[in-house]
């Protein structure tokens, strides 16, 4: 049956309509995909920011504790809260050395000597200068050293090298005796040292706490 020319006029009204609408809808879902994929890159940023956020606060809190010396072992005191963790001798010495570690860095130095007094003894020494000495896997003492930056490390009533006889007996009972090491003090059976000179103003020059290899 032949068309009339209006009936096809109508077939091919609704032919362009049809075609029109797919091309909306096709375009409505492609802006659509385009929106959610910024949106997922502009999460995943965020969530990458936050990352390297909370990377960077954990670094920063690591540079907010203190190490502190004791005569019952080593002190982290964290500056913020003042909460004080003890690393007391005759703990184990590789959680000393984590302990340590987390505030100073991995060691430096690890050495051994066997000719000790009171037997082989280990020695760890940080890049800082202080060393902790250990017997059987114990953590037994520590060392400061002139000239390194340990040389700055104090006991939290602020004895350290370079304080003064005067400085000692105002927080400790000293005693002090003349050896072959020098002039040696013993504060309170805890902290133990050579003086400059046996008088008030005699400086702190080396000091020490627990076990040590000293050769008498």
Same mark, same amino acid.
């Given at each position: ?6 009936s096809?006029?109508?077939?091919l009204w609704f032919a ?7 091309? &909306? %809808?096709?375009g409505?879902?492609? +802006?659509n995909? !385009?929106?959610?994929?910024k949106d997922t890159e502009s999460?995943?940023t965020?969530? #990458?920011a936050a990352?390297n956020?909370?990377v960077?606060?954990e670094?920063e809190n690591?540079?907010d &504790?203190?190490l502190?010396?004791s005569g =019952?072992?080593?002190?982290?005191? @964290?500056? !913020?809260?003042?909460?004080?963790? &003890?690393?007391? *001798? =005759?703990?184990d010495?590789a959680?000393?050395t %984590?302990?340590?570690?987390?505030v100073l860095? #991995?060691?430096? !130095?690890?050495n051994?000597?066997?000719?000790c007094?009171a037997?082989?003894?280990s *020695?760890? &020494?940080?890049?800082n200068?202080l060393?902790i ?5 114990r953590?037994?003492?520590?060392t400061?050293? !002139?000239?390194t930056?340990?040389?700055n490390?104090?006991?939290v009533n +602020? ?7 005067? =400085? ?5 009972n000293v005693?002090v005796? #003349?050896?072959?090491?020098?002039i040696e003090f %013993?504060?309170s @059976?805890s902290?133990f040292?050579?003086?400059s000179?046996?008088?008030? @103003?005699?400086?702190?020059?080396n ?6 290899c000293? *050769?008498r």
């Open positions: 049956m032949a068309l009339s020319t209006s096809l006029l109508l077939l362009a309509c049809s075609n029109t609408s797919s091309d &909306t %809808v096709s409505s879902e492609t +802006n995909l !385009q929106t959610t994929v999460s995943l965020e969530r #990458e990352d956020i909370a960077e606060t670094t690591l540079t &504790t203190l502190a010396l =019952d072992g080593l002190l982290l005191i @964290d500056e !913020q809260s003042g909460k004080t963790q &003890t690393i007391p *001798f =005759d703990t010495i959680t000393s %984590v302990a340590i570690s987390s860095g #991995e060691p430096m !130095q690890k051994r000597n066997s000719e007094s037997g082989a003894m *020695f760890i &020494t940080w890049s200068g060393s000495n250990a017997i059987k896997d953590f037994v003492g520590w400061v050293h !002139q000239n930056e340990s040389a490390l104090t006991t +602020n004895i350290g090298l370079g304080k003064t006889l005067a =400085d000692l007996e105002a927080n400790y005693e005796t #003349e050896s072959t090491l020098g %013993v504060a @059976d902290l040292g050579l003086l000179a046996n008088k008030p @103003d005699g400086i702190i020059i000091l020490w706490s627990g076990i040590a000293n *050769f």
